[in-house]
């Protein structure tokens, strides 16, 4: 397994990993690739020349960061280096947010994120990929 921080990922891994999860991000590929390469933070995770997990970060750059994490490969460890990885960039930040449902409450909850008192996700959302 390879961890780079490059952002020259080939679209059509970056479409492949978000089609595998059904992200609709994938049927704006552009905005998704110039999305990433713009991000505070990218990890990608390679086995060979395969894309098998993803990681960015948007951040204000000082108080807060945000963890949108790419769970492929879910169980190998491989979303819980990312998000590792990605922490170590943001130590000593005040405050990290994320919006999970589904199956990653669990992963998030397993790797130091906890509800956040009584908030609750709110969105304008256009795709269908979540309910």
Do not use: C
């Not at 491989?78 to 000593?92: H, S, V």
């Not at 199956?103 to 009584?118: C, D, M, V």
């Amino acid at each position: 397994m390879i961890f780079s921080e490059h952002r020259d990922i080939p679209m059509d891994q970056v479409l492949a990993l978000y089609r595998a999860n059904g992200w609709s991000a994938a049927n704006r590929p552009d905005q998704l690739m110039n999305a990433l390469k713009h991000s505070h933070s990218l990890i990608s995770a390679w086995i060979e020349d395969r894309l098998v997990g993803l990681g960015n970060a948007i951040s204000d750059g000082y108080l807060v960061v945000y963890y949108p994490i790419l769970p492929e490969y879910q169980g190998q460890g491989i979303g819980a280096a990312i998000l590792a990885r990605l922490k170590e960039n943001y130590t000593g930040f005040h405050q990290h947010i994320l919006v999970a449902d589904g199956r990653a409450i669990e992963f998030y909850n397993k790797n130091g994120f906890q509800r956040a008192g009584n908030t609750q996700s709110m969105w304008i959302y256009s795709g269908k990929d979540h309910s």
